[in-house]
């Protein structure tokens, strides 16, 4: 029996199987197998890590990656680069250091100690800048810091000595900053440590600007300072009659009086003694302070001897700032005037000490004779600068006025050669 149907008798079309394990069957595919696709390209080999990336901790796996097979945990760059940005822990050191207010006392306490040795200096200011900068200077330490700085000034001339003139400098120019938390007296006082420290030792520069700044200052702390009185100069003259005398008196100190001054410290216990055996028995059961009348009148009694005490010492106070203030600024004078050799100082030094002489009333008797001294000194210096004369003396000229001078005497020929033996002066070929 015949049929047109051209696929009769054949199996119904199915998916390519894979070939048998045994792989003798006979029958073949339909289709020959696909091409093997090719080898990937090896991937490049990534940078070695720095030093610094080794330090960092690994961030925790997922299990994506714990799941994947080890060929896959090959890296790329673009991998290492997203691996570089995962957020992780780094190595960080502290700069700071959390003392507590006591540790900072006695850090203090340590400084005071040594900043006043010349040798010592610039490590302890270094220390005292040191703290600071990490703001341990506050209002429960700040009696000791200034205790440190106390310490420092001892010796006013010694911040001028060009060994520690940039660290007394840097120190006071900090400390400046911490100023506003000293009371009044201090700071009186630091105003005083600063124009010794900071001011004179910029008139050292060879910056012209900061030069002019200093000068700048000091005129200005000129012009406020009161007018001496006779009372000033009085006090100056015993000041000095003072010293003067005790320095007699300690060369020709010897084992004598100080067996005497020992041999009459008993008389002052004993004399003490007995005036405080006088008080007990004047009251001796206290029944005085029960007195009502007594004791209003007492207190009324103390509260003036307190104020007349306090008003004394704030005039003491004064006079000694004042007398202070002005020694700092005729110091100040002094240093520049030494500077007056450097021809780029010179018109700035002489506006500072005309600024001087003109208000020398200012100043108390030895300070106005060493004013004056310095002004006769530098206008005689100003006097030679107008003559064409250097402040040693000597003709101030440049190398071209040196030139015209030399070839002045020279002979220039016909042919303008000089020194030909021509007729010609110099002076005509040069002008």
Request: proline share 7%; glycine share 6%; aromatic share 6%.
């Amino acid at each position: 029996m015949s049929s047109n149907d051209l696929f009769d008798g054949l199996p119904p079309p199915t998916a390519a199987r894979p070939p048998p394990a045994g792989g003798g069957g006979r029958e073949a595919s339909p289709s020959p197998p696909p091409p093997a696709a090719p080898a990937p390209a090896p991937a490049p080999v990534p940078r070695p890590a720095l030093k610094s990336s080794l330090k960092r901790s690994k961030p925790s796996p997922s299990p994506d990656t714990t799941s994947s097979p080890p060929a896959a945990t090959v890296a790329t760059p673009t991998a290492a680069a997203e691996e570089g940005n995962v957020p992780g822990k780094r190595l960080r050191f502290r700069t700071t250091v959390d003392a507590s207010e006591t540790q900072i006392i006695e850090a203090m306490q340590k400084i005071t100690s040594h900043i006043g040795n010349p040798s010592k200096f610039s490590k302890a200011s270094k220390l005292a800048l040191q703290l600071i900068e990490a703001g341990s200077v506050k209002p429960g330490t700040i009696s000791h810091f200034f205790a440190v700085l106390k310490a420092a000034m001892s010796s006013p001339g010694a911040c001028n000595e060009p060994s520690v003139r940039a660290d007394y400098h840097t120190l006071f120019t900090a400390a400046q900053g911490v100023a506003e938390m000293l009371d009044q007296q201090q700071k009186n006082q630091f105003d005083i440590w600063v124009l010794h420290a900071v001011v004179a030792n910029d008139l050292f520069t060879d910056d012209s600007f900061v030069f002019s700044k200093a000068v700048g200052k000091v005129k200005d702390a000129i012009s406020a300072l009161p007018t001496a009185t006779v009372e000033d100069d009085n006090d100056e003259a015993a000041a000095l009659a003072v010293a003067s005398k005790t320095s007699i008196t300690e060369n020709k100190a010897d084992d004598s009086v100080a067996t005497s001054a020992s041999n009459s410290l008993p008389d002052d216990s004993t004399h003490a003694a007995s005036s405080n055996s006088r008080e007990e028995s004047s009251d001796p059961f206290g029944l005085d302070g029960l007195l009502e009348n007594k004791s209003k009148k007492s207190e009324r009694a103390r509260e003036k001897t307190v104020a007349a005490l306090n008003r004394t010492a704030d005039e003491e106070e004064s006079k000694r700032y004042l007398k202070s203030r002005r020694e700092a600024l005729l110091k100040c004078l002094e240093i520049a005037a030494r500077r007056y050799r450097i021809p780029w100082t010179q018109t700035a030094i002489d506006i500072f000490a005309k600024h001087a002489y003109d208000n020398v009333n200012r100043f108390t008797r030895q300070q106005r004779d060493a004013i004056e001294k310095l002004w006769n000194s530098i206008r005689e210096q100003q006097i030679r600068r107008k003559q064409g004369k250097s402040a040693s003396g000597k003709l101030d000229v440049n190398a071209f006025e040196r030139l015209q001078e030399k070839y002045a005497h020279e002979k220039i020929s016909i042919r303008h050669a000089v020194g030909g033996g021509g007729e010609r002066r110099a002076t005509q070929w040069l002008g």
